[in-house]
């Protein structure tokens, strides 16, 4: 009988990178990038005060993006090519400065997020390393979190602990930078002084770093997390304690409202008519300050617009909420299902809390969170909210909720060439826009080629959303019987209305802040007489 031949099917199996050990803590340097400069150093702080070794990337620029080009595969989108090169060029300017190779990839490594889906995103850590191969720094590690696994990604005799002290100082970070951008975002299109704003910001964003770094090398001295840690005998404790620390301690409101009382002292024009631009898209199309998406914030303000940026706290929350409806379609096929949805309920609460306390601490200037319930109301009539990839449904929502609620001007959709998800949302935006005749949508793809054209086209809709501007302070005068020198020198009278923390009360159906203080002070000579 002869011997039958066994064939040995080997499986495809995920590459597992070479973990930081505990050893390699002191040696090795962490990189991160990927959103704004000021969330990026924010949350190095967060890492930082844990006692790591910590460096953001610049952000990346068209120099990235042709480095990206050469070493990754055809057909990525744009941010992919702008990270992945990003992170090459840095590595060959360590090399360029005296490094070896083999000192780089020994001493440094790379943290990012990971993901899985259809959007190409999801291949982003297979572009890193084949990028980094073909470069030639093929060992070089790229350690990657998982969305959906949980607080404690940590292995035994790992040096770096991805737990809950770690993701708590990520998030803070980004919450802190979230408030502080968007205080920025609302009173540099109004300040009388240019550039006074951004000078005090400067200055804040060290002191904040600072804050957040030293907060955290100091977790084991709260006396919250200690008596915390005694009370209770479950196995997260640790997790509950931390949680108390965050929600008692008043050091980040402290910070914030130092801050505040130094912003005081810009003094703003109400009577500026500025257009509000809400930004949609892609998350870093719509999240990056570079080249990756023609720089287009700042040319937005200096073309004299008001920009809405998306806080990335509500993409923290749109993760919550996904994982909550991923539990709650699944429910009968296990038996953690409630313990799951308390948690996430959990985590959404202290989120929003904590986004609350911080806002409140400036004055309530900065944006607040949306509903991610009411997101999916609004959307699924056109995308079903189940179908996954980038921001899914979120781009159709955030432009029905800008327009209904009379919230901005003009949505201004800025995503990567290609981009399947957001190529989905524009196509529904054909529906949506003929339903809500009113809206003005202009969705912008970015290539490192089309910069030009882009302008062009932004010229286009900002003209749109000028001539809405204006009219609505002329309805505003003509309606109150006003003249703009009349409420001029009542302003200057009154000199705290030109504080930019001054609070002027919504009027429905009012989107510029022009015509809302015409409104306003209409209300205040009323009252007077």
Not at 4 to 24: C, D, V
Not at 145 to 151: A, M, N, S
Not at 504 to 516: F, H, L, Q
Request: proline fraction near 3%.
């Amino acid at each position: 009988m002869k011997n039958s031949q066994i064939n040995i099917i080997q499986h495809y199996k995920r590459f597992e990178e070479l973990p930081i050990l505990a050893g390699e803590k002191d040696s090795t340097t962490i990189l991160l990038g990927g959103f704004t400069s000021r969330h990026d150093y924010f949350v190095r702080a967060g890492i930082e005060g844990l006692g790591y070794k910590v460096q953001h990337l610049p952000t990346p620029n068209i120099e990235a993006y042709h480095v990206g080009r050469e070493y990754c595969n055809n057909g990525m989108c744009n941010p992919a090519y702008f990270t992945v090169g990003n992170l090459v060029n840095y590595l060959k300017k360590l090399e360029a400065s005296g490094m070896t190779k083999s000192d780089i990839m020994k001493n440094y490594t790379f943290f990012t997020a990971g993901a899985c889906g259809p959007c190409r995103f999801g291949m982003y850590e297979n572009e890193f390393r084949l990028a980094l191969r073909n470069s030639g720094f093929g060992s070089f590690r790229v350690l990657v979190f998982q969305q959906l696994q949980g607080f404690d990604q940590s292995k035994q005799g790992n040096g770096l602990l991805m737990n809950e002290e770690f993701f708590l100082g990520i998030v803070n970070g980004i919450v802190l930078a979230d408030v502080i951008n968007d205080i920025g975002n609302k009173i540099r299109p109004y300040e009388i002084n240019k550039g006074e704003t951004d000078t005090i910001l400067a200055a804040a964003t060290e002191e904040i770093y600072q804050t957040i770094k030293t907060k955290q090398s100091r977790l084991d001295e709260s006396k919250i997390i200690k008596l915390f840690q005694k009370l209770s005998s479950t196995k997260l404790k640790s997790l509950y304690a931390l949680l108390a620390d965050q929600i008692l301690s008043n050091v980040y409101p402290d910070a914030l409202r130092a801050i505040r009382e130094k912003l005081k002292a810009v003094v703003v024009d109400p009577l500026r008519v500025v257009p509000k631009i809400k930004i949609t898209g892609e998350f870093w199309a719509q999240t990056t300050e570079g080249d990756g998406n023609f720089k287009m914030f700042r040319y937005l303000e200096n073309e004299g617009a008001e920009i809405i940026k998306e806080p990335i706290t509500n993409w923290l929350l749109y993760l919550l909420y996904d994982g909550n409806q991923f539990i709650s379609d699944r429910k009968e096929l296990g038996n953690k299902y409630l313990r799951s949805k308390l948690l996430i309920k959990l985590g959404e609460f202290i989120l929003k809390k904590e986004y609350n306390r911080f806002r409140k601490s400036l004055s309530n200037l900065p944006q607040s969170l949306s509903s991610q319930y009411k997101m999916e109301q609004l959307a699924h009539k056109y995308y079903n909210t189940r179908a996954k990839g980038g921001e899914g449904h979120l781009e159709v929502s955030k432009s029905i909720y800008y327009t209904k609620n009379k919230s901005a001007d003009m949505v201004l959709s800025l995503k990567p060439f290609g981009c399947l998800p957001s190529t989905q949302s524009d196509g529904v935006h054909s529906v949506v826009t003929s339903h809500h005749p009113d809206m003005l949508f202009l969705p912008i793809e970015t290539s490192a080629e089309g910069e030009i054209n882009a302008y062009s086209r932004v010229q286009m809709g900002l003209t749109e959303a000028r001539i809405r501007c204006k009219l609505e302070y002329e309805k505003s005068l003509d309606e109150t019987g006003l003249t703009e020198e009349k409420v001029r020198k009542f302003i200057l009278k009154n000199p705290k209305m030109q504080n930019p923390f001054f609070e002027i009360p919504k009027v429905e159906g009012v989107v510029s802040r022009a015509a809302t203080m015409v409104y306003f002070v209409n209300k205040q000579i009323d009252k007077n007489r």
